[in-house]
Each structure stands twice: as C-alpha cells, then as structure tokens.
C-alpha cells in the first residue's frame, strides 16, 4: 500500500504583498538608520559610562559640570550617583528615559532654561542622598519635630552643582 502525499499548491506573492512588504522594510530600515546616525552624532555610547563628561555633551548641561567640578561631591559622587537609581536595570531605564526626552526637548526646543528637574528624578536624587548620609537621615527621622516629611534637596539644593 503505497501512502500518497496531499500536494500544497503554492501561489506566487501578490503585487501588494511584495508592495507591503517592501514598504515595511523601508519604514523600518530608514527608522534603524535615522537611529543609528543620531545615536552616533549624539555620542549616546558616551552616556552609558560614568564619565560627567557626557552629561555635558549637551551644551545646556556645561554650567552643571563646571559646579559640579567645584563642589564637595565632585570627590565621592559622579553625576550617575545622584541622579540614577543603584541598580543596574533601574539605572539604565533612567538614563533611556532621561535620554530619550533630553533629546526630544533639545531637538524640539521645548525646554525650561535653566534646565529644572522632574519629580521622578528629584525622587531618585533625594533617594541617593538618604542613602549615602543614611547615618544622618536615621537619626534626624527619628526626632520628628517637624510637620511634613524632611527633604535633603530642599536645604541642600547647590550641594552637587554648587556655584
């Protein structure tokens, strides 16, 4: 008994299947080039180290490193220490995120100046504070002589960027 194969009919793409397809890899390839380039023009590699000197690859942030390199903290903290999370996932999905919507309002133009800082980021700041002076932070949460939550930043504002 000989077993007999079902014989698939295969049909040529359409023209608007090779159209759609072809349409597609253009959107995406240009997408990946227009990236690519701006990635390289921007120096992005330059942010994923800790190197202050990249924070100040956008001219709006040159003020911020030159205090910075007259503060106290200039010792013991670079500008990731402060303003990224610890961990390394958290710390590269700030520096994306701070990325990406840098580069946004710097190429749309849409930005405050001087450059202020969110409140995620002030929550990141104020975190990193509290962890390396937790010592200090300890013993002043336990007196509680004050009605609101205390905030390093708050008193402590030109700490980093002292001018």
């Known amino acids: 008994m000989k077993a007999t194969r079902a014989r698939r009919s295969v049909t040529a793409p359409t023209k608007l299947t090779v159209l ?3 349409l597609i890899a253009l959107v995406v390839g240009g997408a990946a080039g227009i990236g690519a ?3 390289a023009y921007a120096k992005g590699a330059s942010y994923l180290s800790n190197d202050p000197r990249a924070c100040a690859n956008c001219h709006i942030m040159q003020d911020h490193l ?3 390199t007259k503060a106290s ?3 013991v903290a670079t500008c990731n220490d402060c303003h990224t999370p610890h961990g390394l996932l958290a710390k590269y999905f700030t520096k994306a ?4 919507f840098h580069s946004l309002a710097f190429t749309t133009g849409e930005f405050h100046e001087p450059i202020q800082i969110k409140d995620r980021s002030l929550r990141v700041t104020e975190d990193a504070c509290r962890e390396c002076h937790r010592d200090i932070v300890h013993d002043m949460e336990a007196v509680k002589t004050y009605a609101t939550a205390i905030s390093c930043v ?6 980093g960027h002292w001018e």
């Open 20 to 22: 759609l397809a072809t």
């Open 37 to 39: 380039y701006t990635f």
């Open 66 to 68: 030159d205090a910075w």
């Open 73 to 75: 903290h200039r010792s």
């Open 97 to 100: 995120e701070h990325g990406f």
């Open 154 to 159: 708050r008193c402590h504002a030109n700490v």
